[in-house]
């Protein structure tokens, strides 16, 4: 387990492999494990960082947990790591961010990617548009065995592994406080960076699962009509977890995408 201290806290993150270096962030409500398959198989050609970001994981508690707050986090820790320009790579809250930080500061992302994401937060399925209600938020954490067990009840139709994306869920709710879950998804409901996109001149590229129930998978549309450039997957066989839908695919496509770099 390896950290940073900044003004705001602890940043968590895990490194793994060697060679070119890889920035890669985890969704709302989940943290770095999500992409221990991907870091072990990039390991023989790129040294792979997952972070997990405040309010989340085993990071800090404090925060305003926006997206602008996130991106912020992520510069200061390629800062600290020394690390100039590099890919970087999210899923869901994670590509916003990423595709935040590319945007904002172009100098330091050569490539980026994103797996499931809002580019605009309309796209954002009704349930999660309901979270960054404060009201609905205080009453679920006031009755977590409901969340859990509704979210347990839901899970097949989120990931086909099912079984396997619940026990990451009830281990990575556990960590994330009442003001990270609201204040997270509300901002990125909020979030909208289509006006922008057109100043991406870097490597693009979007996977959406064609079954995402938890993000409209006709964002990849959205981000192909503002990046035409960009190189946009739809997995059929995928809802919002490709990385466990078709693992295999999915593997192979995020390392083609990197090697063409």
Request: hydrophobic share 40%; glycine share 8%.
């Amino acid at each position: 387990m390896s950290s940073i201290v900044t003004e705001q806290g602890i940043v968590h993150y895990e490194r793994f492999g060697k060679g070119r270096p890889v920035i890669l962030l985890h969704c709302w409500l989940g943290s770095w494990n999500y992409w221990l398959p991907t870091m072990e198989y990039l390991s023989d050609r790129y040294k792979t960082y997952a972070l997990d970001f405040w309010g989340f994981g085993d990071s800090a508690k404090q925060g305003s947990f926006t997206v602008s707050e996130y991106v912020q986090m992520v510069l200061q820790f390629m800062n600290r790591m020394g690390l100039e320009r590099v890919p970087v790579m999210g899923h869901s809250m994670g590509g916003t961010v990423s595709l935040s930080l590319a945007l904002g500061y172009p100098e330091r992302v050569s490539q980026v990617a994103v797996v499931g994401s809002p580019i605009v937060g309309t796209g954002l399925s009704f349930l999660l548009k309901l979270a960054g209600n404060r009201h609905i938020a205080k009453l679920l954490y006031r009755f977590p065995s409901a969340l859990t067990t509704g979210v347990r009840l839901m899970s097949p139709f989120y990931a086909r592994d099912w079984r396997t994306w619940y026990s990451m869920f009830e281990k990575d709710i556990s960590r994330t406080t009442m003001e990270s879950f609201c204040n997270s998804i509300r901002d990125l409901h909020h979030t909208d960076l289509r006006p922008r996109l057109n100043e991406l001149q870097i490597p693009v590229m979007g996977i959406f699962g064609r079954k995402d129930n938890i993000v409209d998978p006709k964002q990849g549309e959205v981000l192909k009509a503002g990046v035409p450039h960009a190189e946009v997957h739809y997995f059929q066989n995928s809802a919002h977890f490709p990385m466990l839908d078709e693992t295999d695919l999915f593997l192979k496509t995020v390392k083609a995408f990197l090697d063409a770099q």
